[in-house]
């Protein structure tokens, strides 16, 4: 079946921009998560959503970073005024219940 | 908290030979363990899931072991190709929290054809 997917595959934005990256989620899992992983760093967490709980925004480094979950199932993550520390590749993951996280292939974003 | 530990953090070996990346956690109390390949500046392709009651899983040339009691997953790798260079990242997947998949720092393979 279809499994997790993420666009764009690539954004290249100049500083100060506004940039949103989308997440499809595979049918019927309830957990979505984004993680962010800067050039040479290991995976960042940054929010997660359940359902229709209020998501868990705790790993968000910034409040230039918010994303959306709508329906339950497509995900947009919103870098606003993006800064070149921004650039990283972002990683969207899902999974049914808090099991075993499918990830999508990510946009490699980067900030002029 | 978890924290994930992998050795060595790169690897250069020629092809055809056999090999091993290691996984160390400090924490026994996961419900998986999972390797990852990631290619550079792309998403990750999971290779092996080994559930917290496993010991072993494999797949093609590809064989993952489990000890959780001691904290350790092994990742062996026969006869490596070229097409093997890429990063291989170890994560485990624990009960509570939504922060709850730990990653360890990720082996470097290079593959010398």
């Known amino acids: 079946g279809a499994g997790v997917s993420q666009s764009p595959s690539n954004k290249v934005t100049e500083k100060g921009k506004d940039v949103e990256l989308r997440c499809d989620p595979i049918?019927?899992?309830?957990?979505l998560y984004w993680y962010r992983q800067s050039l040479g760093q290991g995976l960042e967490f940054l929010i997660y959503f359940q359902g229709n709980s209020a998501p868990d925004k705790s790993g968000l480094p910034s409040d230039r970073f918010s994303a959306e979950r709508t329906g339950g199932s497509v995900s947009t993550l919103t870098i606003q005024r993006t800064q070149q520390e921004d650039s990283a590749v972002y990683l969207c993951?899902?999974?049914?219940?808090?099991?075993?996280?499918?990830f999508g292939p990510g946009t490699r974003l980067l900030v002029l | 908290k978890q924290e994930v530990t992998q050795i060595p953090a790169a690897l250069s070996v020629p092809e055809g030979e056999n090999l091993v990346l290691n996984c160390s956690f400090t924490d026994s109390a996961i419900y998986n363990l999972q390797w990852f390949r990631q290619d550079p500046g792309k998403g990750l392709t999971s290779l092996l899931l080994i559930q917290s009651s496993q010991r072993e899983q494999t797949s093609g040339r590809l064989n993952a072991s489990l000890d959780k009691s001691s904290g350790r997953s092994t990742l062996y790798i026969a006869a490596s190709q070229p097409g093997d260079s890429a990063t291989y990242l170890c994560a485990v997947l624990v009960p509570t929290g939504a922060n709850n998949l730990f990653f360890g720092t990720g082996t470097r393979l290079t593959v010398i054809p």
């Open positions: 049918s019927g899992h309830t957990a």
């Open positions: 993951a899902s999974s049914p219940m808090q099991e075993t996280q499918y």
